[in-house]
Every structure is written in C-alpha cells, then in structure tokens.
C-alpha cells in the first residue's frame, strides 16, 4: 500500500514550508518532483541526504522522482546561505562528479524500476551549455523584476553589512538559472514540483513564478528544515570535516560512530528522518529508549539503518566488531580482523611511536619496547614492575617480564598495541 507522501514527511518533521494547494496536487495522481544536489564533489555528504530521502518517501508514494546534478549552477555559486562564490568547475570534473554521486543515490532510489515511477538522474549542463546569454536574457531574464530577485532573503543577506565585497552579478542570476531548471523539467519532465532546504524557498518560488509568467503554468514548492544539532554544533560535521557517504572519505566505522554518538534528543528527531522505519516502530522504539536510557536503544537502530543502508550489511558488522575493540572485550584475532584504514580510526588520537623495523628482527624486549624505545612508560623500573604485576598487553593479550616483540605481532603487517590497564593505550608502528 502506497503511503501519502505528504503526510509521511510531515510525521517525519521534513516539511518547513508548503506551498498551498501541493497536497491537493499530489493526490490527482502520480507527479514529477525534483531536488537539486551539488556536484562539486565526487561524494554526497550526510547533509544531502535530507533532499535523498524526501525523493525516496516520494517514489515509495508512487510518484517520480528525480536528482538534478547542478553542473551549470556549480559553475557559478548559489548566494543562499553562503557568504562567498564558490569554486569554478570544468566540465571533466563534473562528469566524474555525476557518476560517482549516481552510484550513491542508487543506494536509496530505484532508477531501474520498470514502473513509470523509475528515478531520474538529469545534469542542468546539459541544457544551459548552449544557452547563449542573450538568448538567456530575452527568453527568461525578461519575465522577472529586478526588484523581485532583490526581495529574495538570500540576496538581502548577501548585500547587507555581513558580506562587505556584496554580490556579483554571476550570483545575482542564480536565482534565474536555478528558476530555469524548474521550467525546462517542467516543460521537458511534466516536472511540477521541487524540493529542498528551507534556504532554498526563494530559488524554488522563483521556478514557480517563471512557469506562471512564460507558461502559464502551476509549479509547486515544498521545503525541509535544515538540520540541526541540540547542543548547536553543525549537524554533520566533526573536528576532521563533513561526514562523506564514500568510505574513502569517511570509513564506514566513522560513519556508524557519527550516528552511535548522538544526543538522545537528536537520536529521536534524526531517526524519523534518516531511515524508512515505520511511524509504529519508531514510536515504540522511543518508548522502549525511555525506559532504559542507557542502553541507547535509538542511536543502536539508527545507527544500524543509515550505515547498512549507505554501505552494506557486511560494512555494518564490520564497523561494530571495531567499535568492541576499543570499547568491548575484544581479542588479538578481532584485531587482526580491522583493515588498516579502520585500525586507524579506531585509535585516532592514540600516543603512537614509530620505530625503525630492524629492531625486530632479534626481538625487542618488553622493557625496551615500553620504555626506553618509546617513553610509554617512564622507566625501565616502572616498565619491570607494569610486566610483574601483569597489567602490560600486547594486541589485547597479557604478556610479562620474558615477553618479546617480533613480527608476528605486527598488525597489518607495521602496528602493534600495548595497554597499561584498561585506560593506557599506546602505539607502536614500526617501518
């Protein structure tokens, strides 16, 4: 049973702004809605996956969706939000861009369905490169007012006080080229509806007006809130940068960390949001959270969910058999299991020696390899009584005073670890 598509992001708490009559639009019967992406890099961050989603809810709804790839405005820079232009791109580098982020969005939308409802990917380069700019003027530039596209909040924020080098005229025209799109997928898609980011609310009605004025047409906006954290930090982002959905760029053990770590407040708001969960399931969940607190209940599923849903069931276990290493019961084989790149996050942050391979090759006692070599633990004599009182592991394995470390320790072939306890942690990595 299809579900109502408006009804289900707003339950979700998707919904900032409606434009009038859309729902009644939407119940005639199957439509054609678009949300707009950056293609400035070759990866979407978590702070798309607001718009993915909304275009997931509206094929489950039944009706099409479809991803529009910015390639032309990417040229430019959207004024919304920003306080300066961004960087240019070459048409290379948003071809590479589009195919990398198609296979991203193919994890939550189904371009291959033989149904009418089939997603679409679509790259507004591809009907502005041969958009002449007098052209551009004549056919489009004429229908709206100057003091039109000065009323747009996100052209008063850019000339006010808060930016003193004010806007250029390439921004400026954002809003047209951006309003454009809406009409050429309205005229080429039977497209009548775009979503996006509340900051986007003027970009989007200006699509509206220019269907109205050229062809007398109706379109309609629909706009998500953008989101935020409860403790005011920057929803998607950490002390490295943005949280990406390509493992190369955030490991999926980072990935499922981001989700596992959230307040309890934003674990109840964000798992409506982030996954396809069930309005029942969700509920119970948050009671059953309620009950026992400490078990996280909520940030576990939504953890689960978003990880298996952008990577893969496989990568899910995986990030939570590294999760047990640093915070379970875990073994020298659980160790052996980690990837380097996973090893590696796992113990960001780490005190880490490096010491020069050779060392091994006669073995190097514990001693040495815990003090002198490394100045983990102050002396040889703090070293000798660590060993005796068998506090000291290696690769999560009690060792003592006759302990040596040779290459069969290495972990991914360079690493090992030594704990002093269950709160000292150190590293060596020989080379």
């Known amino acids: 049973m299809k579900r109502d598509f408006i009804d289900e992001v707003t339950w979700r708490g998707m919904v900032h702004d409606l434009m009038p009559g859309t729902q009644e639009h939407l119940n005639e019967g199957p439509r054609v809605a678009y949300v707009g992406i950056d293609p400035t890099a ?3 961050h978590i702070g798309h996956l607001v718009g993915v989603m909304m275009l997931r809810h509206f094929q489950l709804a039944g009706h099409k969706p479809v991803a529009l790839l910015g390639g032309a405005t990417g040229m430019i820079g959207d004024p ?12 290379e580098t948003l071809r590479h861009n589009q195919n990398a982020l198609k296979h991203q969005l193919s994890k939550f939308l189904d371009f291959k369905t033989e149904d009418e409802n089939s997603a679409q990917l679509v790259n507004n380069y591809d009907w502005m490169k041969d958009f002449s700019f007098l052209d551009f003027i004549r056919d489009v530039g004429k229908h709206i ?3 039109y596209m000065m009323s747009k909040d996100s052209v008063k924020k850019r000339l006010s006080s808060e930016s003193k080098d004010g806007m250029s005229f390439t921004e400026f025209t954002y809003q047209l080229v951006q309003g454009y799109d809406f009409l050429h997928l309205y005229r080429t898609q039977d497209c009548t509806l775009q ?8 970009n989007i009605t200006t699509g509206t007006e220019l269907i109205r004025r050229i062809d007398q047409g109706k379109g309609f906006a629909l706009t998500c809130p953008l989101i935020t ?13 943005n949280i990406w959905l390509d493992p190369d760029k955030t490991s999926p053990y980072k990935f499922y960390q981001y989700w596992i770590n959230t307040s309890d407040e934003d674990a109840e708001k964000f798992i409506k949001i982030f996954t396809f969960l069930t309005k029942e399931d969700i509920e119970a969940l948050v009671r059953s959270h309620k009950e026992e607190p400490h078990l996280r209940a909520l940030q576990s599923k939504l953890a689960d969910e978003i990880t298996a849903t952008v990577h893969s069931k496989e990568a899910l276990e995986k990030a939570k058999e590294a999760s047990q290493v640093l915070f379970g019961k875990s073994t020298e084989e659980d160790l052996a299991k980690l990837d380097e790149a996973t090893f590696l996050d796992v113990f960001e942050g780490v005190p880490l020696k490096e010491l020069n391979k050779d060392l091994l090759e006669n073995g190097l006692d514990m001693i040495a390899a815990l003090s002198a070599e490394t100045n983990f633990l102050k002396s040889n004599g703090e070293a000798r009584r660590a060993l005796k009182e068998n506090s000291i592991s290696v690769n999560k394995t009690k060792v003592g005073l006759d302990y040596v470390l040779t290459e069969s320790d290495l972990i991914n072939g360079k690493y090992v670890l030594i704990n002093k306890g269950k709160k000292n942690t150190y590293l060596i990595k020989f080379d």
Do not use: C, H, I, P
């Open 42 to 44: 070759d990866s979407l």
């Open 80 to 91: 919304s939000g920003k306080s300066q232009e961004r960087n240019l791109l070459d048409e």
């Open 145 to 147: 007012t100057v003091n």
């Open 195 to 202: 979503m996006g980011g509340s900051d986007q609310w003027g």
């Open 229 to 241: 954290k409860a403790d005011g930090t920057k929803f998607g982002k950490t002390a490295t940068g």
